[in-house]
T-cell receptor
Framework: AQKVTQAQTEISVVEKEDVTLDCVYE???????LFWYKQPPSGELVFLIR??????QNEISGRYSWNFQKSTSSFNFTITASQVVDSAVYFC???????????FGKGNQVVVIP | ETGVTQSPTHLIKTRGQQVTLRCSSQ?????VSWYQQALGQGPQFIFQ???????GRGNFPPRFSGLQFPNYSSELNVNALELDDSALYLC???????????????FGSGTRLTVV
């Protein structure tokens, strides 16, 4: 079974601060995919990143960066110099190769205070 | 390129009624999945359709059913509505076989269903 744990429920930061969202996953599969999605108040889930289990390189995209550590089963997400537009719920998700259904964590509500 | 569109955006139904939610997938996407998101929770997988056939189902009772049409659009039907069915229902589409590489999904904005 796939399981994703996002321990922090709501995180408040002042604009321009950095914020890191933790994601810990459980799976018995050797090939799997990890995702982060952003859910603004409008409701749709916006795709941020996909990482497969064989690629442990960290990634940076603008103010966003991701740290994948297979040894600790974690896939953490950092927003640098946060902005008010970053206020949203962020979900980490997992799927195994050969079955594309996503198992989501409970999400992190990020509130950026101007 | 249009994204995933869902209708209606909001719906209020009475317990015991039936409801149909609709989804138009992103152009070219042949796989459609449905997720239920209760308030304050992450989305839960309901089922997935590939080329008009159900291809995987989550832990939902049979009163949750679906269809996919030749143009890859989809419907989610829920019979005998219960209060706990109140949630945001998200449709997601993707390209490729659901048992192959997962390139990720494009999600719609969802239908907010309230059962009273």
């Amino acid at each position: 079974a796939q399981k994703v744990t996002q321990a922090q429920t709501e995180i408040s930061v002042v604009e321009k601060e950095d914020v890191t969202l933790d994601c810990v996953y459980e799976t018995r599969d050797t090939t799997y995919y990890l995702f982060w999605y952003k859910q603004p108040p409008s409701g749709e889930l916006v795709f941020l990143i996909r990482r497969n289990s064989f690629d442990e390189q960290n990634e940076i995209s603008g103010r966003y960066s991701w740290n994948f550590q297979k040894s600790t089963s974690s896939f953490n997400f950092t927003i640098t110099a946060s902005q008010v537009v970053d206020s949203a719920v962020y979900f980490c998700a997992l799927s195994k190769y050969g079955n594309n259904r996503l198992a989501f964590g409970k999400g992190n509500q990020v509130v950026v205070i101007p | 390129e249009t994204g995933v569109t869902q209708s209606p955006t909001h719906l209020i139904k009475t317990r015991g009624q039936q409801v149909t939610l609709r989804c138009s997938s992103q152009s070219g996407h042949n796989t459609v999945s449905w997720y239920q998101q209760a308030l304050g929770q992450g989305p839960q997988f309901i089922f997935q359709y590939y080329r008009e056939e159900e291809n995987g189902r989550g832990n939902f009772p049979p009163r949750f059913s679906g269809l996919q049409f030749p143009n890859y659009s989809s419907e989610l039907n829920v019979n005998a509505l219960e209060l706990d069915d109140s949630a945001l229902y998200l449709c997601a589409s993707s390209l490729g076989h659901p048992l192959g590489v997962n390139y990720g999904y494009t999600f719609g904005s969802g239908t907010r269903l309230t059962v009273v």
